[in-house]
């Protein structure tokens, strides 16, 4: 398992090296936890564990504890837009003090004796904290499962697919691990769920490496790229005229690859001229000249007749739910409330 321990840490730094967004540092941070999960595994399975006893029992709960909460961040960031992380964020963290206020004391133990404690009672005090873990992870399995149903046609179809495999392979982990709780008679017997995390390390390597148009290519071939601030200038007077002239945003399926090969231009090229030049992603950039083409058919007479969901896909929208997160995003008000406010004001 050593070669998953090195896949994940590779995986999550090309990652984080990607983009400083709370999307990339939530998905980097929880594929590095799930390395270091996997390695505290080799480490209390193996002869390890009597060489060093001190290290018994640390962070292995910990670690577990935040995995929930970071593919449930992850998922906001995909859906929501999740900028930063807020106050209330650190209510996730709950289970965590819960678990320290219960069982520090054993974990301050010097490394033999805690040791000897731990084998000693396990079934009356490790016992309920290997319950709660598994607890936890059904409740956060269950919460990121019905959060991206009720959201599934805000994303799209990469996105959705990215988003129900990491899904599925969390909701399959903590099912793993709530059997295993219960049933497992050591800790050898957990060689599946770490299989599982590992399919998750792979699987999110996969999604990585060959989807481009979802994650963005990682700055490391921005290090090597000739592409200045003239050609920069150069692809953003482009840019303004498909847009501006052109309106090739009012295709629902346009994407940054679309747009790369209208303008001929190689696709990094014009990512990196959105990242470093516009200062804007792609995304927002073109859901934001889609607002200003919604707000001129609700503010014309000729559309009083249509409905919201079709003044969306007049200005290049798939779908109302998509529609009304991006109005409200740019004009922080809904398309209703714009209607109706220009309408009283006539």
Same mark, same amino acid.
Request: proline content about 1%.
């Given at each position: 398992m050593f070669a998953q321990v090195f896949v994940a840490f590779f995986v999550a730094g090309g990652v984080f090296? !990607?983009?400083?967004?709370?999307?990339s540092l939530t998905l980097s941070l929880l594929i590095a936890l799930v390395g270091f999960h996997i390695? *505290?595994?080799?480490?209390?399975?193996?002869e390890?564990?009597? *060489?060093?006893?001190?290290?018994?029992s640390w962070f292995y709960y910990?670690?577990?504890?935040?995995?929930?909460?970071l593919v449930f961040i992850h998922l906001q960031c995909l859906i929501s837009d999740k900028k930063k992380l807020q106050w209330l964020d650190l209510l996730h963290?709950?289970? =965590?003090?819960?678990?320290?206020?219960?069982?520090?004391?054993?974990?301050?133990?010097?490394? +033999?004796? &805690?040791?000897?404690?731990?084998?000693?009672?396990?079934?009356? &005090? +490790?016992?309920?904290? #290997?319950y709660l873990l598994a607890f936890q992870m059904m409740v956060y399995a269950i919460g990121c499962a019905l959060f991206l149903y009720f959201n599934r046609l805000v994303l799209s179809a990469k &996105?959705?697919?990215? $988003?129900?495999?990491?899904? =599925?392979?969390?909701?399959c982990s903590a099912i793993l691990i709530s059997y295993l709780t219960h049933f497992a008679n050591g800790w050898r017997d957990f060689a599946a769920y770490y299989l599982m995390l590992t399919l998750l390390i792979f699987g999110v390597g996969y999604f990585l490496f060959e989807n481009p148009d979802f994650l963005l290519q990682i700055k490391k071939k921005y290090f090597g790229s000739n592409l200045n601030k003239k050609d920069m200038l150069r692809i953003q007077s482009k840019i !303004?005229?498909?847009? !501006?002239?052109?309106?090739?945003?009012?295709?629902?399926?346009?994407?940054?690859? $679309?747009?790369?090969?209208?303008? #001929?231009?190689?696709?990094?090229?014009?990512?990196?001229?959105?990242?470093?030049l516009i200062s804007e992603n792609f995304n927002d950039y073109v859901n934001k000249h889609r607002i200003e083409i919604a707000k001129q058919y609700l503010h014309d007479s000729k559309y009083n007749n249509y409905k919201i969901e079709a003044i969306a896909l007049e200005s290049g929208f798939n779908?109302?739910?998509?529609?009304? !997160?991006?109005? +409200?995003?740019?004009?922080?008000?809904?398309?209703? $409330?714009?209607?109706?406010?220009? #309408?009283s004001e006539e």
């Amino acid at each position: 398992m050593f070669a998953q321990v090195f896949v994940a840490f590779f995986v999550a730094g090309g990652v984080f090296f !990607k983009s400083r967004q709370l999307r990339s540092l939530t998905l980097s941070l929880l594929i590095a936890l799930v390395g270091f999960h996997i390695l *505290l595994f080799l480490f209390g399975s193996g002869e390890l564990v009597n *060489l060093h006893p001190e290290f018994k029992s640390w962070f292995y709960y910990e670690v577990a504890f935040l995995f929930g909460p970071l593919v449930f961040i992850h998922l906001q960031c995909l859906i929501s837009d999740k900028k930063k992380l807020q106050w209330l964020d650190l209510l996730h963290l709950l289970p =965590i003090v819960v678990f320290w206020m219960g069982y520090g004391d054993v974990l301050l133990m010097e490394g +033999t004796v &805690r040791g000897e404690y731990i084998n000693e009672h396990f079934i009356t &005090r +490790t016992m309920f904290w #290997n319950y709660l873990l598994a607890f936890q992870m059904m409740v956060y399995a269950i919460g990121c499962a019905l959060f991206l149903y009720f959201n599934r046609l805000v994303l799209s179809a990469k &996105r959705f697919q990215y $988003a129900l495999f990491l899904v =599925i392979a969390y909701v399959c982990s903590a099912i793993l691990i709530s059997y295993l709780t219960h049933f497992a008679n050591g800790w050898r017997d957990f060689a599946a769920y770490y299989l599982m995390l590992t399919l998750l390390i792979f699987g999110v390597g996969y999604f990585l490496f060959e989807n481009p148009d979802f994650l963005l290519q990682i700055k490391k071939k921005y290090f090597g790229s000739n592409l200045n601030k003239k050609d920069m200038l150069r692809i953003q007077s482009k840019i !303004k005229k498909a847009f !501006k002239k052109d309106q090739v945003f009012l295709d629902g399926g346009f994407n940054i690859s $679309a747009l790369s090969n209208l303008l #001929n231009e190689k696709q990094h090229h014009v990512s990196q001229t959105f990242s470093e030049l516009i200062s804007e992603n792609f995304n927002d950039y073109v859901n934001k000249h889609r607002i200003e083409i919604a707000k001129q058919y609700l503010h014309d007479s000729k559309y009083n007749n249509y409905k919201i969901e079709a003044i969306a896909l007049e200005s290049g929208f798939n779908n109302k739910v998509t529609f009304y !997160k991006a109005f +409200t995003k740019f004009t922080d008000q809904t398309p209703s $409330a714009f209607r109706k406010q220009k #309408n009283s004001e006539e």
